[in-house]
C-alpha cells in the first residue's frame, strides 16, 4: 500500500517515521531532508495548498490512502476534492472538518446536541461593540478568553484577567475589524476555565474510535505569557493518564469523543483523527477545543511508544475495520520539547543558515534543505522527543539533549519538570487541629508554580517542587565568556514593613508591594559588588497561611525577578501558628549573583582621596527603620497618608548597569539597616573617611519633625532620600552631575570617618 503524505512540518516527520513497513510520498513546499531520506518520492511544489496543483500530482501517483496533516488542507476542501477522484484520505470532509475550521461551531455543536455541560460560558461577536463587550468582560469578572474563529495555527487564543483586560479591547477590534478576508470576522468570548488541561486524541473510522494515550500539552510560549502558540511541547505518564485524572474523568474523556464521531458521522463518516483539548475544573470536565487532525507535537509523544505499525491503523481507518485491530503502546514516560526561533510566534528568524546537531532524538521541523545547507523556516524548528521509565531522569536526560544543540533557539525548560502530587484529604488530620492547614499548603504550591516558573530561563535544569534548586552555572559561564567568575550570595528580610504595608495599601497591593520589596533589596546589596543577579529564593512564615495572599507576595516576586532577569528558583512557605500573629508575615530572601573577577567592585582596595560621592533617590524608606516609623505614626496618624511611607524598594540594577558602561566606579553603598555611619565605612578604606553635605528629603523630614528625632538618630536608621552611593574619579563629576546628586568628597582620615553637615 502507498501513503500520500502532505506536508513536511514536525507531525509529518513523525508519521513518516511510524509507517514501518509501507511505501511513502511526501508533497511539501520545501526539502526536509529528514523525511526525504525516508519516503520512496518527495515532489517539491511552491504552492503546497493549492487544490488543482495538489490534485494533480496525486490522481498522477494514484497512492491508496491520503495522510492529511496540516489543518489548512481540510479548511481547502482537498478532502472532498480527492474523494470525488477516487482518493480516500485519512481526514474528515470539509463540513465535519468545521469542528475545528470554526470554534462557533464546535461550540454551538456541542450546545445542540445536548452535551452543553462540556461548553464554557460563551458569547459570539460578529461586530466590535465596546459597552457590549465590556458588560461581557464584568459577567467574567474580568478572567476571559478570546477566540478568533477561524484557523490561526494554536496562535489565535488569548488569555486576560484584572491586569491585563484593557488589552482585550485591542485584540477583539483588531478581529473584528480585519479587512484581509473577504469572510466576515467573529470571534468567541469566552470564561477563563480554572484547572488542569489534558488531550485525548482517538482514531476514527466513523464507526469505531481508538483511543491514544492522554497527553499534557504546553501551549504558551512561555509561562505568564497570554499568547498561546502551536503548542511548545508535552508530556506523557508510564499509566497513559495522568496524575491528576481519575479513571471516571478519562472514561468520561473517551466517551464524549466516541459521542462526537458518531454525531458528526450521521451522513458522511468522519475518518481521522479527533483531537480533544479537555480541563478538568471543580464543576467537572471541559472542552477547551477540539481538532481534527493529528496534534503536533502530541502525536510525537504518541508515536514515540506506539508499537503497533501506523500504517496498519491507516489501513483499518480507511476499511472502516478499526474494530479489527489491537493498537499497542509501550508502557513509558515521554518528554517533548519544541526549540524555536528568535522571536517566534509573531517575528520569528527565518531563511538563516543553521549548524543542525546530528542526535537521534531530534526532529527535524523548521528547517529545509538547500545546497546542502540547513536554514529556518520561522516556524517550530526542532522537536526533542525522548522516553525512559523514570520521568525525573527523564527531564534530565531531554535537557542534557537540547545543550547539545544551538544556543540561539527559545524553548520552555518547565515542561517535564514537574511531578504532580495529589493529596486526597478525607477528613481534617491532627496537625491541622493543631492549627496547621495541610490543605491551604498544598494550594499555595499548586497556585504559585506558574508564577515561579514563569521566571525560569535556560539555566534551570532542576524539577518544579525539588529539595534543592538546580541551576546549570557551568552553562551561564560558558554561554557569558566569563573566564574568573565569583560568585556572590547575600540575604536580608523586609521585617515589620509587612505591617504598616498591609494596613496601608491593603492585603492584595500590599503583599505585592512586599514580594517586590524583598528581591530588589537583596539585588542591590550583591549589586555593591558589581555583580548582576542569577537566581533567588524566599522564606514566607505566617501565623496562619493563605493560598490567596501567598499569590499575592509571589506576585511581586516574580515581577521584580523578571525585571532584574533572574530566577525564582525555590522558596519555603512556613504556618507557625504559635510563633506569628494570623495575617503578619515574615518574608525574608537568599540571593545569588555573578561577577567577573576583574570587574568585581571593591572600594577598600579602589577608593582613593578625593574621590566624589553621588547619591541615587530611593522611594522612601525601602525596607529598614519601620519599627520606629510604626512609633512615630502611633502618635502620629496622619502620617500615614505621607507619599512613598510603603512604596517599594526601588532596584538600582538599571542605573548602575548604565553607569558601568559610560565610567568606572570605585565603590557603592546601598543605605539600608544603619544608615550612613554604618554602611559607608564597610566600603572604605580605614585611612579615608567622607565628607557629606546632605538635605533630609521626604517623607524622612515629616517623620523627624514629628517625631522628634534627632538629625544623627536619622542618618543612622534611615536613608534619608538616597538609596545607593556611588563613588567615583572626580573627572567622572560631569556625567554623574546631570543623573544625580553631589553629596561629598573622600578625604583623609580625621578621627570620625563619616562627617555630615
Not at 511552491?46 to 495538489?54: A, F, G, H, P
Not at 479537555?278 to 467537572?284: I, L, N
Not at 553629596?743 to 553637615?757: A, Y
Request: hydrophobic letters at 35%; aromatic letters at 10%.
Amino acid at each position: 500500500m502507498d501513503f500520500c503524505i502532505l506536508g513536511s512540518g514536525g507531525r509529518e516527520c513523525g508519521i513518516v517515521n511510524s509507517l514501518i513497513n509501507f511505501n511513502t510520498f511526501c508533497i511539501s513546499n520545501f526539502v526536509n531532508k529528514q523525511i526525504k531520506d525516508i519516503v520512496k518520492d518527495y515532489i517539491v511544489v511552491e504552492d503546497l495548498y493549492s487544490i488543482n496543483v495538489i490534485k494533480e500530482i496525486i490522481l498522477e501517483k494514484k497512492p491508496n490512502l491520503v495522510v492529511i496533516g496540516s489543518e489548512k488542507f481540510l479548511e481547502s476542501g482537498l478532502v472532498d476534492v480527492l474523494k470525488l477522484n477516487g482518493i480516500d484520505c485519512i481526514g474528515p470532509c470539509r463540513k465535519l472538518a468545521d469542528i475545528e475550521v470554526s470554534k462557533i461551531f464546535a461550540r454551538n455543536f456541542l450546545k445542540f446536541n445536548d452535551l452543553e455541560k462540556y461548553n464554557p460560558d460563551y458569547n459570539i461577536f460578529y461586530d466590535y461593540n465596546y459597552k457590549t463587550i465590556e458588560e461581557i468582560f464584568k459577567k467574567f469578572n474580568y478572567s476571559f478568553v478570546i477566540k478568533d474563529d477561524g484557523l490561526c495555527s494554536g496562535k489565535g487564543v488569548r488569555i486576560y484577567n484584572k491586569k491585563n483586560y484593557k488589552e482585550g479591547f485591542k485584540y477583539a477590534k483588531e478581529i473584528l475589524d480585519n479587512n484581509n478576508s473577504d469572510m466576515p470576522k467573529k470571534l468567541l468570548i469566552e470564561e477563563k476555565l480554572i484547572g488542569k488541561e489534558f488531550v485525548l486524541m482517538s482514531y476514527c473510522d466513523g464507526i469505531n474510535i481508538k483511543h491514544m494515550p492522554v497527553v499534557e500539552d504546553y501551549k504558551k510560549i512561555k509561562l505568564g505569557s497570554d499568547i498561546n502558540t502551536g503548542s511548545m511541547g508535552c508530556i506523557i505518564h508510564q499509566n497513559h493518564s495522568l496524575p491528576f485524572l481519575t479513571e471516571s474523568d478519562l472514561y468520561e474523556s473517551q466517551e464524549l469523543n466516541k459521542n462526537i464521531m458518531k454525531l458528526l458521522s450521521k451522513d458522511i463518516l468522519y475518518k481521522g483523527i479527533l483531537y480533544g483539548s479537555f480541563m478538568k475544573t471543580e464543576d467537572g470536565i471541559k472542552l477547551i477545543e477540539y481538532n481534527a487532525r493529528f496534534g503536533d507535537p502530541e502525536c510525537l509523544a504518541v508515536f514515540s511508544l506506539l508499537k503497533t505499525d501506523l500504517g496498519i491503523i491507516f489501513n483499518a481507518m480507511g476499511e472502516t475495520k478499526l474494530n479489527e485491530i489491537e493498537i499497542e503502546y509501550e508502557n513509558k514516560n515521554v518528554i517533548c520539547k519544541y526549540l524555536v526561533p528568535q522571536g517566534y510566534p509573531d517575528n520569528p528568524d527565518k531563511n538563516i543558515k543553521y549548524e543542525l546537531v546530528d542526535n537521534e532524538f531530534i526532529i527535524q521541523a523548521g528547517l529545509y534543505l538547500k545546497n546542502d545547507e540547513y536554514f529556518l523556516t520561522g516556524s517550530r524548528t526542532l522537536a526533542v522527543v525522548q522516553n525512559g521509565d523514570d520521568m525525573d531522569q527523564l527531564y534530565l536526560d531531554i535537557e542534557s539533549t537540547i545543550e547539545e544543540i544551538n544556543d540561539n533557539l527559545f524553548y520552555r525548560t518547565d515542561i517535564g519538570n514537574p511531578k504532580e502530587i495529589i493529596i486526597d484529604i478525607e477528613e481534617e488530620s491532627l496537625y491541622e487541629k493543631a492549627g496547621v492547614n495541610i490543605t491551604e499548603g498544598q494550594k499555595v504550591v499548586d497556585n504559585i508554580k506558574d508564577l515561579v516558573m514563569s521566571t525560569y530561563n535556560e539555566y534551570v535544569i532542576s524539577n518544579w517542587g525539588d529539595f534543592g534548586g538546580l541551576y546549570n552555572i557551568s552553562k551561564y559561564i560558558k554561554s557569558k565568556n566569563l573566564n574568573n567568575a565569583i560568585l556572590v550570595n547575600s540575604m536580608d528580610g523586609v521585617g515589620t514593613k509587612s505591617i504598616l504595608t498591609t494596613e496601608i495599601l491593603g492585603i492584595e497591593n500590599g503583599l505585592r508591594n512586599l514580594g517586590m520589596d524583598i528581591v530588589n533589596h537583596c539585588v542591590n546589596d550583591i549589586l555593591v559588588k558589581g555583580a548582576v543577579p542569577l537566581y533567588f529564593s524566599d522564606y514566607v512564615a505566617s501565623g496562619k497561611i493563605s493560598a490567596e495572599n501567598m499569590v499575592y507576595v509571589l506576585e511581586g516576586m516574580t515581577r521584580a525577578c523578571i525585571e532584574n532577569n533572574m530566577v525564582l528558583i525555590g522558596g519555603e512557605t512556613a504556618e507557625m501558628p504559635d510563633v506569628y500573629n494570623d495575617l503578619n508575615y515574615d518574608i525574608v530572601g537568599n540571593i545569588n549573583g555573578i561577577v567577573e573577577k576583574k570587574k568585581m567592585i571593591n572600594g577598600k582596595k579602589s577608593i582613593k582621596k578625593g574621590d566624589i560621592l553621588y547619591g541615587i533617590l530611593s522611594e522612601g524608606p525601602q525596607t529598614n527603620g519601620y519599627t520606629l516609623i510604626r512609633n512615630i505614626i502611633r502618635d502620629n496618624p496622619e502620617l500615614l497618608s505621607l507619599e512613598n511611607i510603603v512604596n517599594f524598594h526601588k532596584s538600582f540594577l538599571n542605573d548602575i548597569t548604565e553607569i558601568k558602561k559610560n565610567i568606572k566606579i570605585n565603590g557603592l553603598v546601598h543605605i539600608t539597616g544603619g544608615g550612613y555611619y554604618e554602611n559607608i565605612p564597610r566600603v572604605l578604606p580605614d585611612n579615608l573617611g567622607v565628607e557629606i553635605k546632605l538635605e533630609i528629603l521626604e517623607p524622612f523630614k515629616s517623620l523627624m519633625d514629628k517625631g522628634n528625632i534627632s538629625r544623627l538618630e536619622m542618618l543612622k536608621v534611615f536613608n534619608c532620600g538616597y538609596g545607593m552611593i556611588v563613588f567615583t574619579n572626580p573627572q567622572n563629576q560631569k556625567y554623574m552631575s546631570n543623573k544625580y546628586k553631589y553629596l561629598g568628597i573622600v578625604t583623609e582620615r580625621n578621627g570620625q570617618q563619616v562627617i555630615i553637615n
